[in-house]
Protein backbone atom coordinates (compact mmCIF):
# COMPACT_ATOMS: atom_id res chain seq x y z
CA UNK A 1 0.00 0.00 0.00
CA UNK A 2 0.68 3.60 -0.54
CA UNK A 3 0.01 6.56 -2.02
CA UNK A 4 0.53 7.72 -5.83
CA UNK A 5 1.75 11.07 -5.86
CA UNK A 6 2.11 11.87 -9.29
CA UNK A 7 0.05 9.57 -11.57
CA UNK A 8 1.26 10.81 -15.00
CA UNK A 9 2.97 13.35 -16.93
CA UNK A 10 6.78 13.13 -17.19
CA UNK A 11 7.86 12.41 -13.95
CA UNK A 12 5.97 10.01 -11.85
CA UNK A 13 5.97 9.58 -8.09
CA UNK A 14 4.70 7.59 -5.72
CA UNK A 15 5.37 6.78 -1.80
CA UNK A 16 4.50 3.56 0.28
CA UNK A 17 4.12 3.03 4.12
CA UNK A 18 7.24 2.41 5.25
CA UNK A 19 7.96 5.72 3.67
CA UNK A 20 9.83 5.00 0.31
CA UNK A 21 9.56 7.32 -2.47
CA UNK A 22 9.43 5.97 -6.25
CA UNK A 23 10.31 8.42 -8.61
CA UNK A 24 9.96 7.44 -12.07
CA UNK A 25 11.30 9.34 -15.14
CA UNK A 26 8.47 9.07 -17.91
CA UNK A 27 9.49 9.98 -21.08
CA UNK A 28 10.44 6.74 -22.89
CA UNK A 29 9.47 7.77 -26.02
CA UNK A 30 12.44 10.06 -25.82
CA UNK A 31 14.93 7.72 -23.92
CA UNK A 32 13.91 10.15 -20.35
CA UNK A 33 15.58 13.13 -22.27
CA UNK A 34 15.04 15.74 -20.09
CA UNK A 35 13.44 19.04 -21.66
CA UNK A 36 12.17 22.26 -19.60
CA UNK A 37 8.64 20.51 -19.01
CA UNK A 38 10.45 17.36 -17.56
CA UNK A 39 12.84 19.09 -15.54
CA UNK A 40 9.49 21.49 -13.72
CA UNK A 41 7.88 18.05 -13.04
CA UNK A 42 11.28 16.78 -11.86
CA UNK A 43 11.78 19.77 -9.18
CA UNK A 44 8.11 19.54 -8.15
CA UNK A 45 8.26 15.86 -7.41
CA UNK A 46 11.48 16.74 -5.64
CA UNK A 47 9.58 19.18 -3.45
CA UNK A 48 7.13 17.11 -2.63
CA UNK A 49 9.25 14.54 -1.50
CA UNK A 50 10.80 17.40 1.04
CA UNK A 51 7.28 18.34 2.23
CA UNK A 52 6.65 14.37 2.84
CA UNK A 53 6.92 13.37 6.79
CA UNK A 54 8.37 10.74 7.08
CA UNK A 55 10.17 9.80 3.96
CA UNK A 56 13.00 7.29 4.41
CA UNK A 57 14.40 6.66 0.86
CA UNK A 58 13.93 8.21 -2.57
CA UNK A 59 14.78 5.90 -5.37
CA UNK A 60 15.19 7.45 -8.90
CA UNK A 61 14.42 5.59 -11.96
CA UNK A 62 13.75 5.61 -15.59
CA UNK A 63 11.08 4.51 -18.02
CA UNK A 64 11.63 2.15 -20.49
CA UNK A 65 15.14 1.12 -22.17
CA UNK A 66 17.38 3.56 -20.70
CA UNK A 67 17.68 5.82 -17.39
CA UNK A 68 18.60 8.38 -18.90
CA UNK A 69 19.63 10.17 -22.44
CA UNK A 70 20.68 13.47 -20.73
CA UNK A 71 19.13 16.89 -22.71
CA UNK A 72 16.32 16.14 -25.02
CA UNK A 73 18.82 16.49 -28.13
CA UNK A 74 16.09 17.14 -30.78
CA UNK A 75 14.03 19.55 -28.86
CA UNK A 76 17.36 21.49 -28.50
CA UNK A 77 18.33 21.11 -32.26
CA UNK A 78 14.55 22.28 -32.76
CA UNK A 79 14.87 26.06 -30.92
CA UNK A 80 17.79 27.50 -33.94
CA UNK A 81 18.96 30.69 -32.61
CA UNK A 82 16.49 30.57 -29.31
CA UNK A 83 18.51 28.04 -28.26
CA UNK A 84 20.85 29.71 -25.38
CA UNK A 85 17.26 31.21 -24.16
CA UNK A 86 15.82 27.76 -24.08
CA UNK A 87 18.78 26.23 -22.33
CA UNK A 88 19.10 29.49 -19.66
CA UNK A 89 16.01 27.92 -18.23
CA UNK A 90 16.68 24.11 -18.47
CA UNK A 91 19.75 24.40 -16.83
CA UNK A 92 19.06 26.58 -14.03
CA UNK A 93 15.99 24.10 -13.34
CA UNK A 94 18.59 21.08 -13.55
CA UNK A 95 20.74 23.32 -11.42
CA UNK A 96 17.15 23.29 -8.90
CA UNK A 97 16.90 19.43 -9.05
CA UNK A 98 20.34 18.94 -8.28
CA UNK A 99 20.26 21.35 -5.33
CA UNK A 100 16.85 20.11 -4.00
CA UNK A 101 18.08 15.92 -4.04
CA UNK A 102 21.28 17.55 -2.29
CA UNK A 103 19.00 19.18 0.62
CA UNK A 104 16.91 16.15 0.93
CA UNK A 105 17.42 14.62 4.16
CA UNK A 106 16.36 11.27 2.89
CA UNK A 107 19.01 8.94 0.89
CA UNK A 108 18.73 9.40 -2.80
CA UNK A 109 18.93 6.15 -4.69
CA UNK A 110 19.64 6.26 -8.99
CA UNK A 111 18.47 2.47 -9.78
CA UNK A 112 20.23 2.16 -13.36
CA UNK A 113 19.58 0.33 -16.47
CA UNK A 114 20.30 1.34 -20.25
CA UNK A 115 22.55 4.39 -20.77
CA UNK A 116 22.98 6.98 -18.44
CA UNK A 117 24.17 10.20 -19.93
CA UNK A 118 24.92 14.05 -20.26
CA UNK A 119 23.71 16.37 -17.20
CA UNK A 120 20.40 14.61 -16.64
CA UNK A 121 21.82 11.54 -16.80
CA UNK A 122 25.26 10.88 -16.31
CA UNK A 123 25.41 14.18 -13.89
CA UNK A 124 22.38 12.72 -11.83
CA UNK A 125 23.97 9.46 -11.46
CA UNK A 126 27.09 11.75 -10.12
CA UNK A 127 24.53 13.58 -7.58
CA UNK A 128 22.88 10.39 -6.00
CA UNK A 129 23.68 9.58 -2.59
CA UNK A 130 24.03 5.87 -3.68
CA UNK A 131 23.88 4.06 -7.31
CA UNK A 132 22.90 0.43 -7.98
CA UNK A 133 23.20 -0.25 -11.85
CA UNK A 134 22.68 -3.13 -14.10
CA UNK A 135 25.60 -4.98 -15.78
CA UNK A 136 24.45 -3.68 -19.19
CA UNK A 137 24.35 0.12 -17.86
CA UNK A 138 26.27 1.75 -19.82
CA UNK A 139 27.75 5.84 -18.49
CA UNK A 140 28.54 9.02 -20.81
CA UNK A 141 29.75 12.69 -20.08
CA UNK A 142 28.74 13.86 -23.44
CA UNK A 143 28.53 17.02 -22.72
CA UNK A 144 32.12 18.95 -24.52
CA UNK A 145 30.58 15.88 -27.75
CA UNK A 146 27.99 18.58 -28.30
CA UNK A 147 29.74 21.53 -27.95
CA UNK A 148 28.61 21.85 -24.51
CA UNK A 149 30.16 21.74 -20.80
CA UNK A 150 29.15 19.42 -17.67
CA UNK A 151 26.28 20.74 -15.59
CA UNK A 152 24.61 19.09 -12.73
CA UNK A 153 27.24 19.36 -10.43
CA UNK A 154 29.41 17.21 -12.12
CA UNK A 155 31.93 19.94 -12.56
CA UNK A 156 32.76 19.05 -8.50
CA UNK A 157 31.17 15.48 -8.07
CA UNK A 158 32.72 13.88 -10.77
CA UNK A 159 36.54 14.66 -9.84
CA UNK A 160 35.63 14.27 -5.82
CA UNK A 161 34.43 10.27 -6.65
CA UNK A 162 37.03 9.55 -9.45
CA UNK A 163 40.00 11.96 -8.52
CA UNK A 164 40.97 15.09 -11.33
CA UNK A 165 43.02 13.44 -13.71
CA UNK A 166 40.39 10.83 -14.43
CA UNK A 167 37.34 13.57 -14.15
CA UNK A 168 38.89 15.05 -16.95
CA UNK A 169 39.37 12.17 -19.29
CA UNK A 170 36.20 11.19 -18.75
CA UNK A 171 34.45 14.86 -19.49
CA UNK A 172 36.86 15.73 -22.40
CA UNK A 173 37.08 12.80 -24.02
CA UNK A 174 33.90 11.32 -23.31
CA UNK A 175 34.50 7.50 -23.06
CA UNK A 176 30.94 5.39 -23.00
CA UNK A 177 31.85 3.42 -19.68
CA UNK A 178 30.54 -0.06 -18.95
CA UNK A 179 28.96 -0.40 -15.58
CA UNK A 180 32.32 -2.30 -14.93
CA UNK A 181 34.41 0.57 -15.53
CA UNK A 182 32.18 2.30 -13.78
CA UNK A 183 32.10 0.90 -10.33
CA UNK A 184 36.12 0.89 -10.54
CA UNK A 185 36.18 4.70 -11.18
CA UNK A 186 33.98 4.92 -8.46
CA UNK A 187 31.10 6.19 -9.68
CA UNK A 188 29.08 3.50 -9.46
CA UNK A 189 27.67 1.76 -5.40
CA UNK A 190 27.40 -1.81 -7.28
CA UNK A 191 26.78 -3.66 -9.85
CA UNK A 192 24.03 -6.30 -10.02
CA UNK A 193 22.87 -8.34 -13.53
CA UNK A 194 20.13 -7.32 -15.47
CA UNK A 195 17.61 -9.09 -13.89
CA UNK A 196 18.59 -8.50 -10.22
CA UNK A 197 18.41 -4.91 -10.64
CA UNK A 198 14.79 -4.27 -9.08
CA UNK A 199 15.42 -6.75 -5.96
CA UNK A 200 19.13 -5.96 -5.40
CA UNK A 201 17.84 -2.05 -5.75
CA UNK A 202 15.43 -3.16 -3.01
CA UNK A 203 17.59 -4.55 -0.45
CA UNK A 204 19.93 -0.97 -0.63
CA UNK A 205 16.45 0.52 0.41
CA UNK A 206 15.21 -1.78 3.02
CA UNK A 207 18.28 -1.26 4.53
CA UNK A 208 17.90 2.32 4.37
CA UNK A 209 14.57 2.58 5.40
CA UNK A 210 15.28 0.27 8.29
CA UNK A 211 17.98 3.08 9.81
CA UNK A 212 18.13 6.16 11.85
CA UNK A 213 16.32 8.96 9.71
CA UNK A 214 18.36 11.67 11.61
CA UNK A 215 21.39 9.95 11.49
CA UNK A 216 21.41 9.04 8.11
CA UNK A 217 20.48 12.61 7.08
CA UNK A 218 23.13 14.27 8.81
CA UNK A 219 25.52 12.04 7.66
CA UNK A 220 24.60 12.90 4.38
CA UNK A 221 24.74 16.37 4.72
CA UNK A 222 27.84 16.49 6.17
CA UNK A 223 29.45 14.12 3.31
CA UNK A 224 28.68 16.63 0.49
CA UNK A 225 29.12 19.54 2.48
CA UNK A 226 32.29 18.18 3.30
CA UNK A 227 33.64 18.48 -0.58
CA UNK A 228 33.99 22.03 -0.55
CA UNK A 229 34.98 22.25 3.57
CA UNK A 230 38.73 22.72 5.39
CA UNK A 231 38.82 19.32 7.56
CA UNK A 232 39.36 22.06 10.45
CA UNK A 233 36.19 23.90 9.94
CA UNK A 234 34.14 20.46 9.35
CA UNK A 235 35.22 18.99 13.04
CA UNK A 236 33.34 21.40 14.60
CA UNK A 237 30.58 20.60 12.49
CA UNK A 238 30.59 17.09 12.68
CA UNK A 239 31.12 17.50 16.73
CA UNK A 240 28.17 19.68 16.62
CA UNK A 241 25.62 17.35 15.10
CA UNK A 242 26.78 14.02 17.07
CA UNK A 243 25.70 16.12 20.11
CA UNK A 244 22.14 16.99 18.69
CA UNK A 245 21.95 13.13 17.63
CA UNK A 246 22.90 11.86 21.04
CA UNK A 247 19.40 13.47 22.46
CA UNK A 248 17.51 11.56 19.97
CA UNK A 249 15.34 8.87 21.17
CA UNK A 250 16.74 6.61 18.19
CA UNK A 251 20.50 7.06 19.59
CA UNK A 252 19.34 5.88 22.89
CA UNK A 253 17.33 3.04 21.07
CA UNK A 254 20.66 2.30 19.09
CA UNK A 255 22.90 2.28 22.31
CA UNK A 256 20.60 -0.32 24.13
CA UNK A 257 20.33 -2.56 20.68
CA UNK A 258 24.20 -2.73 20.82
CA UNK A 259 24.34 -3.63 24.77
CA UNK A 260 21.16 -5.78 24.48
CA UNK A 261 23.05 -7.35 21.04
CA UNK A 262 19.67 -7.17 18.89
CA UNK A 263 18.49 -5.43 15.91
CA UNK A 264 17.20 -1.55 16.54
CA UNK A 265 14.19 -0.11 16.10
CA UNK A 266 14.35 3.05 14.94
CA UNK A 267 11.47 5.36 14.76
CA UNK A 268 12.83 8.81 13.59
CA UNK A 269 12.34 10.51 17.07
Same mark, same amino acid.
Given at each position: ???????????? /?????????? #???????????????? #? &????????????? $? %????????????????????????????????? /?????????????????? $????????????? @? @????? /??????????????????G????????D????V????????? &????????? $????????? +??????????? +????????? /??????? %?? $????????? #???? %???? &?????? @???????????????????? +???IE &?????????
Amino acid at each position: MGEQLVGSGPVL /LDVDDRGVAR #LRLNRPEASNGLDVVL #L &RAFHEAVMACHAR $P %GLRVLVITGEGKHFCAGGDVKTFASKGTGLPDY /LREATSRLQMVVQALLAL $PAPVVASVHGFAA @G @GGGFG /LVCAADLVVAAESAKFLGGATRVGMAPDAGATVTLPALVGLR &RAMEIALTN $PVLSAAEAL +DAGILTAVVPD +DELAARTEE /LVERLAA %GA $PQALAATKR #LLWS %GLGA &RVEAQL @GEEARTVAELSGTADAREGL +DAVIE &RRAPRFTGE
